[in-house]
């Protein structure tokens, strides 16, 4: 499934936005369905100007409340629609990430169908520039592949210089792609807002504060950049040109 509304505040209007003269959330929905990772692909959406526009692509879109303070919300919501009962897994991708890649998202899907966590993500091997960046999420994950904790800050914290390599060789940038059983998406939702979650903006921490288990899969390419702003959907067209021109 993947999550749309219209009331972005910095890019007002950002799923109908063009990216290869096509509106952004159509082609995020033609690139994940054409990957063939899911029996079916869904955005779930509060706009009837969305749905219209996935119509006309071929898409499917699911109307939802308006009311949902989250992309998670919005998802468990279609899932409890009788049509989507029957599936036993749902994976969430973001719809302003057009070039997130199909390791990712097959990734954190199968930390789920393997019957390994009730909860999957990704996560890219990153450069410790990004560290710097609040606008970045870092993960740190235990040995058996569980998330431990996801932070704007930069994790791990280099404490002694010595330890340098070893600290640049544990970098990991979080990918906003999720995964999980039927069960623990209406848990994650049930659930209220954790302080953690409050002070770090982000609710992924609010199930794995609350016990619920979270594997991460690592992926060998560099983590795709989102679309949040002007300059973002500039460059995300040049990149497109570059890389899709012709197949989309």
């Keep these: 499934m993947i999550p749309a509304r219209l009331g972005a505040t910095r890019l007002p209007g950002k799923p109908l936005r063009l990216l290869g003269g096509v509106p952004l959330i159509a082609q995020v929905w033609r690139r994940v369905a054409d990957s063939g990772i899911a029996d079916r692909c869904i955005v779930a959406t509060d706009s009837d100007e969305i749905r219209a526009v996935l119509n006309a692509a071929g898409g499917e879109a699911v109307l ?16 409890t629609m009788p049509s989507f009962r029957a599936y036993d897994v749902i994976v969430n991708v973001q719809g302003d990430e057009p070039f997130v890649s199909d390791s990712a998202i097959r990734g954190a ?52 210089i010595s330890d340098t390599a070893e600290r640049d060789g544990s970098v990991r940038q979080h990918i906003g792609v999720y995964a999980y059983t039927r069960e623990s998406l209406a848990q994650w939702v049930s659930l209220p807002p954790h302080p953690l979650e409050r002070i770090e903006r982000l609710e992924q921490l609010r199930p794995i504060a609350a016990g619920l288990p ?21 460059r995300a067209n040049a990149q497109w040109t570059h890389h899709f021109a012709g197949r989309y």
Excluded at 64 to 79: I, K
Excluded at 117 to 131: D, K, Q, V
Excluded at 218 to 234: H, Y
């Design 64 to 79: 939802t409340s308006p009311d949902h303070p989250s992309g998670t919300d919005r998802v468990a919501e279609v899932a």
């Design 109 to 160: 899907a199968l930390m789920v169908t393997s019957g390994r966590f009730p909860l999957g993500t990704a996560a890219a091997i990153a450069s410790p520039h990004i560290l710097d960046s609040e606008h970045v999420v870092k993960v740190v994950t235990a040995d058996d592949g569980r998330a431990l904790y996801f932070s704007r800050a930069p994790i791990p914290f280099l404490r002694d």
């Design 214 to 234: 979270m594997g991460v899969t690592v992926i060998p390419e560099p983590a795709s950049q989102g679309i949040d702003t002007t300059e973002d959907l500039e």
